[in-house]
């Protein structure tokens, strides 16, 4: 596990563009994985401003979502798949097809979990994985547990994860209790994992990844396990290491 402390959260921003901008340009066709939170957010920044200096190409490359709230639709804005839009993908030149996220609507949800994993699996799978942090250790939405779940699935919210997203809502009890999110193991199959996290609020949860036991009571901590592991922190983050 490589880590690197930059004194502010652009510059986090930044040097997870740039890290995207070298896997684009090693290979056109890469598969990526994206993320969603606060945390990405100057990253999708700077991916769309290298995108509009004619830096980063993004025609040839697919991308996967990491998880999607159970019962949001596409339109809802509160989605994942409505932020991802927002962010990233409507300021880019990704091709339409080319971008997954779990539905969050399906009416089997087992079919959809089995279908995203495939999916992922025949497009060669995840070059270059990007991950946010939750305050209690939490990836994608794989909340603290007593096993490290491997594929997608449908998991229930921790009250702490509802009550930490609750500010993208109108109140508490719009937060939707349960999500699809791709599963421990799948996260380990990317080739290179690139972890984001900013603000005092993560030092906890990046002190127990990075030097707790390796617990599914702190899903992250398995990434030190992963041969090519980047984590990219700003000061208050990196507050407690
Ligand atoms: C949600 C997402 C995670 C994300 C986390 C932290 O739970 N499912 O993928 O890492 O929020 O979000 P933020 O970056 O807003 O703190």
Redesign the pocket.
């Known amino acids: 596990m490589e880590i690197k402390v930059f004194d502010s959260v652009q510059k986090v921003g930044q040097a997870a563009a740039m890290i995207f901008a070298a896997q684009l340009m090693k290979n056109p066709r890469s598969v990526l994985g994206l993320?969603?939170?606060?945390?990405?957010i100057p990253t999708y920044q700077q991916l769309i401003a290298l995108y509009q200096e004619g830096l980063v190409d993004f025609s040839q490359a697919q991308s996967y979502n990491?998880?999607e709230y159970c019962g949001l639709s596409h339109e809802h804005v509160c989605s994942y798949y409505y932020f991802m839009h927002e962010q990233l993908f409507d300021h880019i030149n990704i091709a339409k097809d080319a971008v997954h996220v779990p539905s969050g609507m399906a009416q089997d949800f087992d079919a959809e979990c089995k279908g995203y994993d495939a999916a992922i699996a025949k497009a060669g799978g995840v070059d270059l994985q990007l991950?946010?942090?939750?305050r209690n250790g939490?990836?994608?939405?794989n909340e603290p547990d007593a096993c490290f779940t491997h594929g997608t699935h449908v998991v229930s919210l921790t009250k702490s994860?509802i009550q930490?997203?609750r500010r993208f809502f109108d109140s508490e009890d719009q937060v939707p209790t349960r999500?699809i999110?791709m599963g421990v193991g799948s996260i380990m199959a990317a080739r290179q994992i690139l972890l984001l996290a900013t603000g005092e609020d993560?030092a906890e949860a990046i002190r127990d990844t990075v030097k707790g036991d390796i617990t599914p009571q702190v899903q992250a901590s398995i990434l030190r396990t992963h041969p090519n592991v980047v984590v990219l922190l700003d000061r208050e983050a990196a507050s407690l290491l």
């Not at 991950?131 to 939750?134: A, E, F, K, Q, R």
């Not at 939490?138 to 939405?141: E, G, L, S």
């Open positions: 993320a969603t939170g606060s945390t990405p990491l998880d991950l946010g942090i939750g939490h990836i994608a939405f994860t930490a997203n999500a999110t993560k």
